[in-house]
């Protein structure tokens, strides 16, 4: 009877076959993970440059309405000091020509915040004393509201406004760290394709240094 022969692979025409199947599938594994990293980093990029963009966009606003404001009451403060130097130019007129009765109309009519000043100045006894000063609008005493508001809205225009550019350059550089997680779905993507295993990896490898490069930057940047 013939004898049965039975015929063995060597093995080291099968544990190459296996081995090679192996790192396929890690390789296939490595660029699934970077591929879901990298998706879930752009949609959080995506969602804080829109946070700072509408940050932003409050910002330069508040500046805006600041500024107007400021302006409004710096008009409104140079009107008041120029009534109060018609009033005082019109009561030293009257004064001088020796009016009792102007004098003291033109006393009520000066504004509350002039009056501090005006006492401060006639204390000085200015219509013997060459060192008085010349006017109560330049005595220390001599204060507007309506200026000081202003100075304090400008302030705050000028702090929205650099606030605004500050939100501007945070959402500039979320969306500059998508650049960064694109290329990691390029490359773990167009990794696949390849069944030269050294290529393979050697893609994975700079999608890696790109993910881990964006993820570094991601992780130094302010969040909402």
Not at 114 to 123: D, I, K, N, S
Not at 143 to 149: C, G, M, N, P
Not at 172 to 196: E, H, N, P, Q
Request: charged content about 20%.
């Amino acid at each position: 009877m013939p004898e049965h022969v039975h015929v063995h692979a060597p093995h080291e025409l099968s544990e190459p076959s296996e081995a090679v199947s192996r790192r396929e599938q890690i390789n296939e594994l490595v660029a699934v993970l970077l591929l879901s990293i990298a998706t879930v980093c752009v949609a959080w990029s995506g969602y804080q440059a829109a946070k700072w963009s509408g940050i932003q966009a409050r910002r330069y606003a508040q500046a805006s309405t600041a500024r107007a404001l400021a302006n409004r009451s710096s008009t409104l403060a140079g009107q008041e000091r120029l009534q109060d130097l018609l009033n005082f130019n019109r009561w030293l007129e009257v004064s001088t020509a020796g009016d009792t009765v102007l004098t003291n109309l033109y006393e009520r009519r000066f504004r509350p915040e002039f009056r501090p000043a005006f006492t401060a100045w006639l204390a000085q006894d200015p219509l013997h004393n060459d060192r008085a000063v010349a006017t109560p609008l330049l005595m220390p005493q001599y204060k507007l509201a309506s200026f000081e508001k202003a100075d304090a809205l400008e302030h705050v225009a000028d702090r929205r406004f650099d606030q605004g550019k500050e939100a501007t350059e945070h959402a500039d550089d979320y969306i500059f760290g998508t650049v960064f997680f694109a290329a990691v779905l390029f490359f773990a993507g167009i990794s696949m394709r390849f069944k030269w295993q050294r290529m393979r990896v050697a893609i994975l490898v700079i999608a890696t240094a790109f993910l881990v490069y964006g993820v570094g930057k991601l992780a130094t940047m302010p969040t909402l």
